[in-house]
């Protein structure tokens, strides 16, 4: 062994540098594992922010995928009442259909809705199932149909899902 290795062994050895070291070392690591513990207790701080952060999208997009949704359903109803006036019955049952399938799909999706929405919406798609039919008869004699009566279920279905519209945009999103 090299003169100058045995002389700081035996200097370490005298002035019992193992010792302080052992010390410091205790201290590092418990300095250490609460810095460690801060950095952690953050990262959970910030992936819980980033968590509702996500959820809060989340509730936006299902917000405005609803109300995107509910005005073009009431924009086809709007449009199957004019073609009602003008009496083109031959282009209603495939207008029927699409608006059925967006109500059913507007019942479904939306699972924050109430009871009394719901219910809404399910009238409005047994009232489009009654007229619906009613037309698929009437193609026959044209004559027979009723668009006024057709027209007047229509009218309430539209301000019902009107109605639910306002209440979502106004109660999830603060009156926007």
């Known amino acids: 062994m090299p003169s100058f290795l045995a002389e700081f062994l035996r200097w370490a050895g005298d002035n019992h540098l193992g010792d302080l070291s052992g010390i410091l070392g205790v201290l590092v690591s418990i300095i250490g594992f609460g810095v460690t513990l801060t950095g952690v207790l953050k990262s959970k701080r910030a992936a819980q922010r980033a968590e509702e952060a996500s959820r809060q999208t989340r509730d936006s997009i299902r917000l405005l995928d609803a109300v995107v949704d509910f005005s073009s359903a009431i924009a086809i109803l709007e449009e199957i009442k004019r073609a009602h006036r003008q009496q083109q019955w031959s282009v209603l049952p495939d207008r029927y ?7 059913i799909a507007l019942r479904a999706t939306n699972s924050d809705l109430s009871d009394v929405q719901k219910a809404a919406i399910q009238t409005a798609l047994a009232n489009l199932t009654y007229v619906e039919r009613a037309v698929e008869r009437g193609l026959v004699n044209p004559a027979s149909l009723k668009p006024t ?22 109660t999830k999103s603060g009156g926007r």
Do not use: H, M
């Open 97 to 103: 259909a699409a608006i059925r399938k967006l109500l």
């Open 149 to 170: 009566r057709f027209n007047a279920a229509i009218s309430t279905d539209i301000d019902n899902l009107q109605a639910i519209l306002v209440e979502l945009k106004t």
